[in-house]
């Protein structure tokens, strides 16, 4: 009876909406979270835009006082921020850049080629090791060992800010590019294939340029912290090096 078939449909639905209910709360809980912006890309129409997701990620640093001195210095020259006049701690940092995009496209019966255009992007900027490391030389709570604590923290410190202002103008420098492929001002290439390799040679020359200026900001303003005149500052704190 009709009753009884409005239950079985019931029975059968239900697990399913809850299901997205479920899948749909638990992405609205981490999107927050996982440090997402959400922007647009303007086209030359009015209602001509593409939807941008920018993925922004510091994490807090992990602080080791198990390495030795030695075992420090090791592990500066293989890749860290190499530290030098024996300063006894290092901060070792890795950040990356990456995008995902989907596109969309038309062809015209009879006709050779494709238009081709961006209809969404995901931009990431992350950083995804961020360790600093005290030498086990000096105990916890000791002149030495505080000393060297801050001058990796003012390390940290210079990462954040420098990454901070990147997020703006890696958001800036995209939304202004011109030359990001939208329905208005399509890309017209001679198959798909073609036009999605083109479409990431695009996005790429507009966003390595400004990923390089940022590993070049973190760099010298590291070098500024770790110059002769700060390390004898920071020397100057305590008796027992």
Known sequence: NNKLFTLLVAVILLPFFGWMYYDWKNDAEAIPHAGVSRDILMGGKEGDTAQVQYFFHFP??????????????????????????????LTQAGYSTG??????????????GYRVWVEDL??????????????????????????TLDHERQHVAIHRQIYEQY??????????DPDIPLESRPLFADSLEDGKKR??????SALDPVFDQFKQDVQAEQAKLDSPESYA?????????
Do not use: D
Request: with cysteine; proline share 3%; charged share 20%.
């Open 99 to 112: 995008t995902v995009y989907e596109v969309n496209w038309s062809k015209k019966w009879f006709k050779p």
């Open 60 to 89: 807090e640093p992990v602080v080791s006082h198990e390495l030795s001195t030695g075992q420090i210095e090791a592990l500066s020259q293989s890749g860290g921020e190499a530290e030098h006049y024996h300063v006894f701690g």
């Open 233 to 241: 500052e920071l020397r100057s704190r305590c008796q027992h090096w």
């Open 122 to 147: 995901r931009v990431e900027f992350t950083y995804n090791t961020l360790n600093v490391f005290v030498t086990n030389a000096y105990p916890e709570g000791s002149c030495e060992y505080q000393a």
């Open 199 to 204: 479409i990431g040679e695009l996005i790429s």
């Open 167 to 176: 997020q703006k103008v890696f958001q800036e420098t995209l939304g202004k």
